[in-house]
């Protein structure tokens, strides 16, 4: 029976990049648990002999020439989307400290 | 409910012919938004380039020029597509302001015929969910009872379309989600075979499962709509070649079709108004000419273990680039760039978002990989040999979209379980890459039940044709 810790649950949002409050640490221990027991139903399917599946239509590395697109818009445009500019660059916080 | 509406090829005539103007369809589209606006199905109008749109179709006319086999016909898209210029939400606080800089592909190739988006529909947040109650705005409200959820994701399209606010809309399908709310709603909700239509310009959810289609009153509507939106588009590269040769040329007739109705949906586990509606469909599907049989696809049960391991874990690697720093939400007062990742995502994710990427983590990291991804995509093998022997037998599997009808607003809110439960119908067409339609059936104490019929890869055209044959008998 799959069952998550506090600290499992801390470590998940640490890789996702996501900040959790107490609430949601609790709520997500109880429901990731959950979750996971229903899924574990896989372990009995017998998959002998069988491989992986991610792509469904059988499409194998569609590549296009490599070449310039005009795709309708500016770099400018996009900057128009971002949160704070300064010389028409993305300003972030400081990757240290 | 009768629709205020013309079939979309009837209407672009008259557009064409111009007995008809595409300002005043544009009009009358807006008004019947306003008029509705308690069933919360629309996020925003685009009232200024709809009307500036419509104004150059009819100039178009008036010049003895063809704007299209859409000319001026009004549709809704779903908040999860680019359009030029407008607000593209998904629903989502994170995504809250971002205005499209480019456009769908699906929306290009309609406006290239003439169509004209009037608004944006409502939908759970990232288009996850089955309710449209994960909407970080607001929920939608099902037009048959305003009490009840319309399904979900693209509930707000499915409600639109039935609330006659434009004559068709665009959803995406990535475990059910345009042929859940069609079931919920009564309308016509067609998911294509994987690949069919570009997904190029649409917020991603899952990468292998995502499906763009047409919610319409009609199946003869959704098959125009599929027409103009399908084939390969360089901008999308798991698009697949398109028919050639029209969807719109069907041959609806069911005579001597054999239609396989799945074993493992009719349990006991669906309520018996669903059962007995579904069953009472197909035996009309049968007085009709269809040859009829019982099939069973053992692994179908196991599906929906498949379905949310694979797409949490998409999930996850899809939204890792809302992290507020080229777009979207960013937090105030973060101390460093991987404080300012963390607040910007915690403040602009909903709760089923950041569930759905916490067990997407979960089950790609290290040491559960195998366990849980692996085995999930090596199962979705099997289910995939299952449906190839099943369309060996018949052309056609059939059974309900979903185990209920609509239910009340709130009642599966607290139990996130339960709440995927109710895709376990929809998953396996969106895992093994086959389409399935969703085609009203009946009713079930008052309350729309939806047909599901489901064909090979690339049988769409037959498809379509089987479910306007279908259509017709249950009518």
């Known amino acids: 029976m799959a069952s998550l810790t506090r600290d499992d649950i801390l470590k998940l949002a640490k890789l996702a990049r996501l900040k959790l409050t107490e609430d949601e640490i609790a709520e997500y221990q109880r429901e990731l648990a959950d979750i996971l027991q229903y899924v574990e139903q896989l372990n009995d399917?017998?998959?002998?002999?069988?491989?992986?599946t991610s792509q469904v239509t059988g499409l194998v590395n569609v590549s296009r020439k490599d070449e310039e697109i005009d795709y309708g818009y500016a770099p400018?445009?996009?900057?128009?989307?971002?949160?704070?500019?300064?010389d028409n660059l993305i300003k972030v916080k400081r990757m240290i400290g | 409910m009768a629709s205020q509406w013309l079939p979309l090829s009837e209407l672009a005539a008259?557009?064409?012919?111009g007995e008809l103007k595409a300002a005043d369809l544009v009009e009358q589209a807006l008004k019947t938004i306003a008029e509705k606006s308690e069933y919360q199905a629309i996020i925003a109008t685009l009232e200024e380039s709809a009307r500036a749109r419509a104004g150059q179709i009819d100039e178009q006319v008036a010049a003895g020029k063809n704007p299209g086999r859409l000319a001026g016909v009004p549709f809704?898209?779903?908040d999860n597509f680019l359009v030029f210029g407008a607000d593209t939400t998904a629903a989502s606080n994170i995504l809250k302001g971002f205005k499209a800089p480019y456009q769908s592909t699906a929306v290009n190739r309609l406006e290239a015929e003439g169509a004209i988006c009037v608004a944006k529909a409502n939908l759970d947040a990232f288009a996850h969910g089955s309710s449209t109650e994960n909407s970080d705005f607001f929920p939608t409200k099902n037009p048959h009872d305003a009490s009840r959820v319309p399904g979900g994701s693209s509930g707000g399209s499915a409600a639109a379309v039935m609330l006659d606010m434009a004559p068709f809309a665009l959803g995406t399908d990535t475990g059910g989600s345009i042929r859940l709310p069609a079931s919920f709603t009564g309308a016509v909700g067609y998911k294509p075979t994987y690949g069919l239509v570009s997904r190029s310009g649409v917020v991603a959810m899952a990468s292998s499962t995502d499906c763009i289609g047409p919610l319409t009153r009609t199946v003869e509507d959704a098959?125009?709509?599929l027409d103009v939106m399908s084939g390969r588009d360089p901008l999308d590269s798991t698009t697949i070649e398109r028919d050639e040769a029209p969807y719109t040329e069907l041959s609806a007739d069911l005579k001597g079709k054999k239609i396989g109705i799945i074993k493992e949906y009719m349990t006991d586990g669906i309520e018996p108004g669903v059962k007995t509606c579904v069953e009472a469909a197909v035996e009309k599907l049968r007085v009709a000419g269809a040859d009829v049989q019982e099939i069973s696809l053992p692994s179908l049960p196991a599906?929906?273990?498949?379905?949310y391991i694979v797409v949490p874990a998409e999930i996850s690697s899809n939204l890792a680039r809302y992290d507020g720093q080229r777009y979207g939400h960013r937090a105030e007062g973060a101390t460093n760039l991987e404080d300012s990742y963390s607040k910007s995502?915690?403040?602009g994710f909903g709760k089923e978002a950041k569930r759905r990427i916490m067990i997407g983590t979960y089950v790609l990291s290290s040491g559960y990989y195998d366990a849980y991804y692996k085995k999930a995509q090596t199962v979705r093998t099997k289910l995939i040999n299952e449906f190839n022997e099943a369309f060996q037998k018949v052309d056609f599997l059939a059974g309900p979209v979903a185990p209920m009808t609509a239910f009340k607003i709130g009642e599966n809110v607290d139990d996130p379980l339960k709440m995927y439960l109710i895709d376990i119908m929809t998953v396996s067409a969106n895992l093994t890459g086959i389409p399935a339609v969703s085609i009203p059936a009946g009713t079930s104490n008052d309350l729309p039940v939806g047909l599901?019929?489901?064909a090979a890869q690339r049988q769409d055209r037959a498809l379509l044709g089987a479910a306007r044959a279908a259509e017709e008998v249950l009518a």
């Open chain 1, 45 to 52: 399917v017998d998959v002998l002999g069988l491989e992986p």
């Open chain 1, 76 to 86: 400018l445009d996009l900057l128009k989307n971002v949160p704070e500019v300064e």
């Open chain 2, 14 to 17: 008259k557009v064409r012919a």
């Open chain 2, 76 to 78: 809704i898209a779903k």
């Open chain 2, 223 to 225: 098959a125009l709509v």
């Open chain 2, 303 to 307: 599906a929906l273990a498949v379905y």
């Open chain 2, 345 to 347: 995502r915690e403040q």
């Open chain 2, 452 to 454: 599901q019929l489901m």
